[in-house]
T-cell receptor
Framework: DADVTQTPRNRITKTGKRIMLECSQT?????MYWYRQDPGLGLRLIYY???????NKGEISDGYSVSRQAQAKFSLSLESAIPNQTALYFC??????????????FGPGTRLTVT | AQKVTQAQTEISVVEKEDVTLDCVYE???????LFWYKQPPSGELVFLIR??????QNEISGRYSWNFQKSTSSFNFTITASQVVDSAVYFC????????????FGKGTHLIIQP
């Protein structure tokens, strides 16, 4: 089973709708991240969370909100979806080992289309 | 703020040719980590390599090799004897020690290997 899962994997929604993307992990990591990928722009950080009580904005947080329901779950919400939020969304987790050297583990991605 | 530049938007070569993907980074920190990821057409991110700023040794893994040069702030990736299965988008990324802000990605290079 995958260590980092995202649901749904694909979603088509209409402008103005509220939508939630969910991320779950079984790695026991404290840190979780949401990234957005647009063609030709690479991945950009939306939000990140160091633990359930610590949530931080990333580079492009406008139009998004997040919820860290538990150590293993980190959800991304679009309160009122707009077409330019059409993108591929990735969740990631990490767990620092104290030396500064650690991996980020990515989920499989959620492809969101806003019409 | 840190920055990663992948100047090659798209590269097309014929199978069995060698190809080098360029990555130039900017950071004021002395401790940092560099990554390469592969994104095949299926969309998932596949981790290829991590290199810390204190280790300038080149690395070879099968047909893949990486050349890290701090003097030019570059971390280039070479595929030897390319194969059609190497066709993908390749991302270079940077993380600072502690990684509070997650990864900073380049915009990616789309590599097309023609049979």
């Amino acid at each position: 089973d995958a260590d980092v899962t995202q649901t749904p994997r694909n979603r088509i929604t209409k402008t103005g709708k509220r939508i939630m993307l969910e991320c779950s992990q079984t790695k026991g990591h404290d840190r979780m991240y949401w990234y957005r990928q647009d063609p030709g722009l690479g991945l950009r950080l939306i939000y990140y969370s160091f633990d359930v009580k610590d949530i931080n904005k990333g580079e492009i947080s406008d139009g998004y909100s997040v919820s860290r329901q538990a150590q293993a779950k980190f959800s991304l919400s679009l309160e009122s979806a707009i077409p330019n939020q059409t993108a591929l969304y990735f969740c990631a987790t990490s767990d620092p080992d104290g030396t500064g050297d650690y991996e980020q583990y990515f989920g499989p991605g959620t492809r969101l289309t806003v019409t | 703020a840190q920055k990663v530049t992948q100047a090659q938007t798209e590269i097309s070569v014929v199978e069995k040719e060698d190809v080098t993907l360029d990555c130039v980074y900017e950071t004021r920190d002395t401790t940092y980590y560099l990554f390469w990821y592969k994104q095949p057409p299926s969309g998932e991110l596949v981790f290829l390599i991590r290199r810390n700023s204190f280790d300038e040794q080149n690395e070879i893994s099968g047909r893949y090799s990486w050349n890290f040069q701090k003097s030019t702030s570059s971390f280039n990736f070479t595929i030897t004897a390319s194969q059609v299965v190497d066709s993908a988008v390749y991302f270079c990324a940077l993380r600072l020690r502690g990684g509070a802000d997650g990864l900073t990605f380049g915009k990616g290079t789309h590599l097309i290997i023609q049979p």
